[in-house]
């Protein structure tokens, strides 16, 4: 693969710090000329963040960044993009290493920087097998542990977990003694067409080629670049990262069951009786470690609603119509990755509306979880007597929607 133009941006995040810095330092070793740009954002209490750029030897610069509108992640935003300017123009870096603080999501950053005109080259989150299922079971406010990149964030540990987890088409694993197969089949089962690479320790034989024009393709008789490097520079789709998230045409996981670990995918089309759905819910996020997907309800057949829980906690909410409930002429205006996935799906009479809920979980009770998710389901009589009367069911989710 030929080099991107421009300065090349790689993205590495993460909760498991530890992980992350593993995997930062892995790719300062293996690519000459790379440097990690790094915001603190642990002082932003004292009004500031506090920005890094380092190399493999030590610290190049250091600065502050003050905050905006009281917060931190809008000050890393309004950062970032000026400094990987600045070392675009200087032209001696050949690899810039946006390293994230704890919580800071990579979409939002990957985001940021492709508006800026810069090349995101890859997406990488750090993780230790492990960690994967305390962090998704940690339902703590992010600050409780001082986590938070503002005064209103009020994100968990295990819903930020998760999001990281899932958004990186990379993921860079640890080395950890602690890991067992089901810690391993986890990871797998939660994010399935993520590249796994390791972070690794050996020390390198030789050093690759510091002039090369092409950073992929290596001088004869040097040793050629790890995969993680490889994988830090194999070109990233920013359009096509967030499809794959958004609840409508979200790629989930598939069915699955292995080293005590399952992952059930639960469709159907009948809509859900908006109380018996209400009165499940506690039920059915404690039913596994992470669940999510999107469903409908009887009294609100136009609306896609977002499911999405970790650690204990589910959060629903809007994510907009269904397209089956748009005009003709407004279906120029989705993306044409939704109007694709509708079509796969579409049924003669609901269309695009369907529940599609993935429940992943060491130790799930498939056969427990399908039953209370069929009972929530309108009943055949209920089913009959048609959407008009649907519409006249208890609207049991207004207020936790805040309608």
């Avoid at 950062?79 to 870096?93: C, H, K, N």
């Avoid at 080293?259 to 404690?286: I, K, M, Q």
Wanted: net charge negative.
């Amino acid at each position: 693969m030929a080099a991107s133009p421009g300065l090349p941006v790689v993205i590495v995040g993460g909760l498991h710090a530890d992980a992350r810095k593993a995997a930062v330092a892995r790719l300062l070793a293996d690519v000459p000329g790379s440097v990690v740009l790094h915001h603190d954002l642990a002082t932003a209490a004292a009004g500031t963040v506090v920005r890094t750029i380092r190399n493999a030897s030590g610290v190049l610069d250091a600065g502050e960044a003050p905050l905006v509108n009281d917060c931190a992640c809008c000050a890393l935003r309004e950062d970032l993009v000026p400094e990987l300017e600045r070392l675009q123009e200087a032209g001696d870096t050949r690899l810039a290493v946006v390293e994230l603080w704890d919580s800071v999501e990579p979409k939002a950053m990957a985001e940021v920087v492709t508006a800026g005109g810069l090349t995101v080259t890859g997406v990488i989150t750090a993780v230790d097998p492990a960690l994967i299922l305390p962090y998704l079971g940690n339902g703590d406010d992010l600050a409780e542990g001082g986590l938070a990149a503002a005064a209103t964030d009020q994100r968990t540990v295990a819903d930020t977990f998760a999001r990281q987890l899932e958004y990186a088409p990379v993921l860079a694993v640890a080395e950890s003694p602690e890991a067992d197969d089901e810690d391993r089949e986890l990871l797998a089962q939660l994010h399935p067409t993520a590249r796994q690479v390791p972070i690794g320790h050996e020390v390198p034989a030789a050093p690759a080629d510091p002039a090369g024009d092409d950073l992929t393709v290596p001088a004869p008789r040097l040793r050629p670049l790890s995969p993680l490097a490889l994988a830090a520079l194999a070109g990233f789709d920013v359009e096509a990262a967030a499809a794959a998230q958004h609840p409508a045409c979200a790629l989930l996981p598939a069915e699955a069951d292995a080293h005590g670990v399952s992952t059930l995918v639960w469709n159907r089309r009948r809509p859900f009786h908006p109380e018996r759905l209400y009165a499940a819910l506690e039920d059915l996020t404690c039913a596994a470690a992470r669940s999510r997907g999107r469903f409908w309800l009887a009294d609100k057949p136009d609306t896609l609603f977002h499911w999405d829980a970790a650690g204990g906690a589910l959060c629903v909410e809007s994510a907009g119509p269904w397209l089956a409930s748009l005009p003709d002429a407004a279906w120029e205006m989705v993306p044409p990755v939704r109007r694709a996935a509708a079509a796969l799906d579409w049924h003669p009479e609901h269309g695009d509306r369907c529940q599609h809920l993935v429940f992943t979980s060491p130790g799930l009770d498939r056969d427990g979880l399908e039953r209370l998710l069929e009972s929530c389901l309108l009943t055949d009589a209920e089913y009959a007597a048609g959407r008009e009367a649907w519409q006249r069911l208890p609207h049991a989710f207004d207020t936790l929607l805040e309608v």
